[in-house]
Structures are given as C-alpha cells and as structure tokens.
C-alpha cells in the first residue's frame, strides 16, 4: 500500500545518509513522515485523514474486516438466499432474531457497514494506486542515479587496483550489466545500473487486481440470477420467470437479462457400482437434452454431467440432483380418470428411498357422486428387498415397490395458503380404512393397483420414471473476478521473490597512476542474494580487468583481490588509499564482503 512494503524498509543508518538519489525511490512507497501531528484546520486533518485510509495498515485492517464480516453472512441465515430459513430462525429465537435484523445479520452483503467496509476498502486501494503507478512510471523514463560518493560505505562492496584504462572498465562494466539486463548508463566516472522493476510492477499489478476482483464481485451480487427447475423425463423448460420452481436474483437484476434458450429432458442416465466398499456409488450420472437457442433456434443435441454444465449465452445449466417419479393412474368411484402422472419424489438417502405425495385436486368424486379431493402418501424403494420395509438397498430401479397411504378430504389449497407439493396437510383429511377397520396401506409394483374402499375409486402404479434437477446461473463478472485472482497471486509472487537492486562501478586514475576499481551495491530488503550477484558480476569485470601487480608486494607472488577498508579507521576512504589482498593470495577474483546484512 502506500507504506513501505513487507521486506522494505527506508534507510536509517547515518552512514547511509550521505547516499542522496542513490539510495532513494527504490520503491514507489513513499516514507514515513516523523514529523509532529497534522496541520491544525480542515485540509490539514484532511490530508492527515487521506494518508491513513491509504496507508497499508489501514488497508490490511479493512480487509480483516471484511472477512470478518463475511462469517456471519456464511453461518446465520440469508433472506437473499432463504428466506424460509430467516422466518423460522426468527421464530424460534424471539430475543436473538430481533438483535440480528437491526444489525442487517440477515442479509450482510448488503448491509450499511459491509458496504462502508467494502466501500473503504475500495477507496483506498485507489488512492494507494494511482499516486504509486505515477511515481513508477517517473522512474521508467528516468535513468538508475549516479553513484554515491563513497561505494565502500555501502553494504556490498569490493575494490581492486588493475593495468586496464577506467575507460576500458567503464566499458566493460557497462556492456557486462546490459548483458545481464541491468539498466545500465554512464555516469561520470562510474556505470550506474538497476534492475528488478518487476518487484514494483507485480506490487502494483496485486493492487490493481484486488481493485478488478471487488468490482467483479459486486457487479456479480447486483445482477446475478440463480434459478431451479426440476424436470421429468420428457419434460420441457424455457427460460422464463414463470417456469423456475424457485429463483434468486441480485437487486439489479431484471426478467429482460434472462437469456432466450429452452431444453427438454430426453433421458437421464444413472449407472453405480454394484459390489466393493464404494457399491452404490454413481459412476454415470448425466442428462440427455435437446435444446436451442432464441425463438427460432434450430434444435441441437448434447449431454450435460456434474460439473459440465451447458453454456448458453451468459447462463450455465447445472445437473444437480436426481430421483424418481411414479407414473400413477387414478380413478373415480365410476372408472373415469381423474388424474394420470408422473409424480417426482425427494430422495432421503444415498439409496434414493424417496418419499412425497401424489394429490388429486379437481375432477374426483366418490361412488354417491360426492366432491372430494384425495391424496396418497407415497413411498418409493427403487429396489426392494423382503423384511427391509423402510429403505431400499441400491439406489437403481432393481425391484421397485410403491408404498401407498390414501386420504380423502379437504387438502386446503382453495383457502390461500401456500403449501409444499411434496407434503400432507391432515388437518382436513381422512385416511381409508379397510374392512377391519385398519388405515390401508399397501404396496405396489410396476402394473398392480391400489382399489379404495367402498367403491371410491383405484389408483395403479404404471411405471417409473426419473427426474433430474438443473440450475440456471448467470453470474456476470465471473471471468474478470477469476483473471483478477490469477493476476494477484502472479503480482504478489512477483512482489515477494524479485528483488529491486543497484549496482555501481567506479574507475579512476588512482595517485600512482593505476586505475582504482570499485563495485558497490544496494538492494531495499535484506538477501544474500544481493552479495552473491555483486561478487558475481566483479569476478566477470576481474577477468577482463585484471590486478596489477604491486610494486611492494612479492613479484612471485600473484596478485589478489582488494580488501574492505575500515570505515572506523579512515571515515572517508579514497581510491588512492584503498588496501589490497595481502601478498600471495590465491584468490583469483575479487571478493564481495557484505556489511551486517544490507540496507536497513
């Protein structure tokens, strides 16, 4: 953010103070200020007010609050996402339910402080980025800065006398970082060089991202849209508001965004494994649909499988769960058929035991010619085995049996009041009995029939089908949020392992007329990376700017790199001054001998 950044920390040390443009803008965050408090009046608690909201702590204390606020919308129930589940959550915790709706528990992701927070957040990635990416462009049109006046301070250095005219080394050096692809130019007496400007380029990429993944996310809750409709084989579905069983949409989200296609079911396969510690389990499970595109689109054929869902336009049609459907025929107390369909029932286990209710709302009417309403409770085990009345023992249609419980009565729909298709209001029903007086409950298989008593009317089990589930998601935003994800975690890797650093090389005339070498570099982390690439480059430059030999020093003996002044004992050291290795060293190359760590 607009501090410094984990690892880099501005220059401290007084030895360091006498670096000028050198040690500066290694990075684009700018310095703590240390002065005393603000400027007294409004633009100075302004200004005051900007630079915390940009700062990186308040930033990274933003973000700890978002995800704290993003628990509860995650553990208490949304209405945005189940309304059912608020009311009943309500209900039973009459003291705690009224706290959580004042606080906007029951719908977080669009309460008054989850969008100050995000707002917040939002606003000061902006003004983190904006004033950053100026300064790092200021930089790239520049040049490194020349070098400071005395490299031997600096925390990575090393120096040695050579035959080689400083044109020559300055020519060297400077073809030897290009070549390294350091930015390299002359500067004065010396080469100045930098390289790791990804370091800048990823930090600020990671923030940018951050900017483009909150907008995705926020355009993705105003206009998304997710819809359910179960289907049966055979059944038909068009993208219309009317055709979903439920739908849940973001509040800008308008019936005139919903993408024109419609499909219809042809055939739903489900295999599983028949023995072994996984039986049961499905090993096909996939939908055959016919579908098209607009109003005059031209059918098209294709198979949709968990997790392969079909793309149409900016929706995506998932499978999402499977069952069954009884195929049932009633009749009235005169033979006539009131009512023939295949009747969806919800799975209660692995083994798809499923169970529902099959009512017949209009058209019945007993052997006097009465008007009534009837309703089976139905209870389906797809493969039935004797003595296991409760559950069935393989989810595949084996050996299906059809548990039927009959009523008749008043099933209430006419007082409106909703109610579930799937259960049994028995306020104002009353169950069949048979001779003996004993509720009738009777199981069928494929083609028998249930005949209810005292010429009532039948029902017959004809058959079984399969339904199956599909969402309909539009998610808009989506793909941005992804490449946003991509390029943060790219930008941060980027930030964290490459490291931003400078490399100067000095050639001089020194007093006795021996050209003076010194190599010093300067990074803004700590790394043994910085020392090692110097004494690197310094053994490439010692090679095509060898030592001379010292006139003092043992003919015989070869000649050795230069040693470290102590800057406790000559504060200012020159060229001329310089030490070397002591005499019948047999280090080839110059050594880079690193202070303790680097920059602080």
């Known amino acids: 953010m607009s501090n410094t950044t984990a690892g880099e920390q501005t220059p401290a040390a007084p030895d360091d103070q006498d670096l000028g443009a050198a040690g500066s803008q290694l990075s684009t965050a700018p310095a703590e200020t240390l002065s005393g408090g603000p400027a007294l009046g409004v633009v100075g608690w302004a200004r005051w007010f900007w630079r915390q909201l940009t700062s990186m702590r308040v930033a990274l204390l933003l973000l700890l609050l978002l995800a704290l606020g993003a628990i509860p919308g995650s553990l208490i129930p949304q209405t945005g996402t189940d309304a059912t589940k608020v009311a009943v959550f309500l209900k039973d915790n009459p003291t705690l339910g009224p706290v959580y709706e004042k606080l906007g528990l029951f719908h977080v992701y669009s309460s008054v402080w989850f969008s100050a927070i995000y707002i917040l957040l939002f606003v000061s990635l902006i003004g983190c980025i904006i004033p950053r990416t100026w300064q790092f462009v200021g930089q790239l049109r520049g040049r490194p800065p020349g070098a400071p006046r005395r490299l031997t301070r600096l925390p990575a250095h090393t120096t040695w006398r050579t035959g080689a005219e400083p044109e020559e080394v300055r020519e060297a050096a400077l073809a030897l970082l290009k070549k390294r692809r350091f930015r390299a130019h002359l500067a004065g007496d010396a080469v100045a060089a930098e390289k790791g400007y990804l370091r800048e380029v990823g930090n600020l990429a990671f923030h940018i991202a951050l900017i483009v993944m909150l907008v995705a996310f926020a355009w993705g809750q ?15 579905f068009s993208n219309t508001l009317t055709q979903y069983d439920d739908i849940k949409s973001g509040t800008l989200f308008s019936t005139d965004d919903l993408a024109p296609f419609s499909f219809t079911l042809d055939d739903f396969k489900g295999t599983y494994e028949v023995s072994g510690p996984n039986k049961g389990t499905p090993r096909t499970y996939q939908a055959s649909l016919t579908y098209s595109e607009g109003a005059y689109g031209k059918d098209r054929e294709t198979v949709v499988k968990v997790n ?8 995506k049609v998932y499978l999402t769960a499977h069952g069954y459907a009884p195929v049932v025929t009633v009749r009235d107390g005169k033979g006539q058929v009131v009512y023939r369909d295949a009747v969806p029932l919800l799975p209660l286990d692995s083994n798809v035991t499923s169970s529902g209710v099959i009512k017949v709302y209009d058209g019945y009417r007993d052997a006097k010619g009465k008007s009534e309403q009837l309703a089976f409770q139905a209870f389906l085990l797809p493969s039935y085995a004797k003595g296991n009345e409760v559950s069935s023992v393989f989810p595949a249609l084996l050996n299906p049996v059809l548990n039927l419980v009959p009523y008749h009565g008043d099933l209430g729909v006419n007082a409106g009041i909703p109610q579930s298709v799937y259960q049994l209001d028995k306020t104002h029903m009353k169950a069949f009995k048979d001779a003996k007086g004993i509720q009738m409950r009777e199981n069928l298989k494929p083609g028998e029939t249930l005949t209810l008593p005292d010429g009532a009317g039948s029902i017959t089990y004809d058959g079984t089908k399969e339904w199956a589930n599909f969402q309909v998601t539009q998610q808009p935003g989506s793909g941005w949020a992804l490449g946003g994800a991509l390029t943060a975690i790219f930008g941060l890797a980027a930030s964290l392992f490459i490291q931003r650093r400078r490399v100067w090389v000095r050639a001089v005339k020194g007093a006795d007329g021996v050209t003076v070498v010194e190599m010093a570099g300067l990074g803004r982390s700590e790394s043994a990376k910085l020392p090692e690439e110097l004494g690197d480059l310094a053994g ?40 070397e290795a002591a005499p019948g060293s047999t280090t080839p190359h110059p050594r880079a001998v690193p202070a303790e760590g680097l920059e602080k």
């Open 222 to 236: 105003l206009f998304k849209m997710e819809g359910n409709k179960l289907i049966v084989e055979g059944g038909g």
């Open 308 to 315: 392969h869902p079909l793309e149409l336009g900016d929706s």
């Open 540 to 579: 490439l430059l010692y090679d095509q700017a060898p030592a001379a030999p010292d006139p003092e020093d043992d003919p015989d003996g070869p000649p050795g790199p230069g040693t470290d002044p102590d800057p406790d004992a000559d504060p200012e050291p020159t060229p001329e001054t310089a030490p």
